[in-house]
Nanobody, 124 residues
Framework: QVQLVESGGGSVQAGGSLRLSCAASGLTYSTDFRAWFRQAPGKEREGVAGFYTGTGRTFYVDSVKGRFTISRDNAKNTVYLQMNSLKPEDTAMYYC?????????????????WGQGTQVTVSS
């Protein structure tokens, strides 16, 4: 059974930084997309950053390019999201996702497994 556990959320002031972690267990595929999504109240879930484990290629939504970095620790089977220069509009619940079905990396329906989420709140 796949389990994804996020941690690292919290409250910061604008301009601050946070690092989110997503520890995985039970994953079947040796190569796969791992991704971070976020969802603010009243808004749709949005793909923030993706990482293809086969090539190491990364993907970002335009609004976080240059500020967020997705990375992976193979030994720990953990994916990280380093978030710098945080803005109030980054406030959301952040989720990690895995086990794609071949769809676009930024589409929530492309993933079968999800973590429980970790809250990020950025104050101005």
């Amino acid at each position: 059974q796949v389990q994804l556990v996020e941690s690292g959320g919290g409250s910061v002031q604008a301009g601050g930084s946070l690092r989110l972690s997503c520890a995985a267990s039970g994953l079947t595929y040796s190569t796969d997309f791992r991704a971070w999504f976020r969802q603010a109240p009243g808004k749709e879930r949005e793909g923030v950053a993706g990482f293809y484990t086969g090539t190491g290629r990364t993907f970002y939504v335009d609004s976080v390019k240059g500020r967020f970095t997705i990375s992976r620790d193979n030994a720990k089977n953990t994916v990280y999201l380093q978030m710098n220069s945080l803005k109030p509009e980054d406030t959301a619940m952040y989720y990690c996702a895995a086990e794609t079905n071949g769809g676009p990396w930024a589409r929530p329906g492309s993933y079968r497994s999800w973590g429980q989420g970790t809250q990020v709140t950025v104050s101005s």
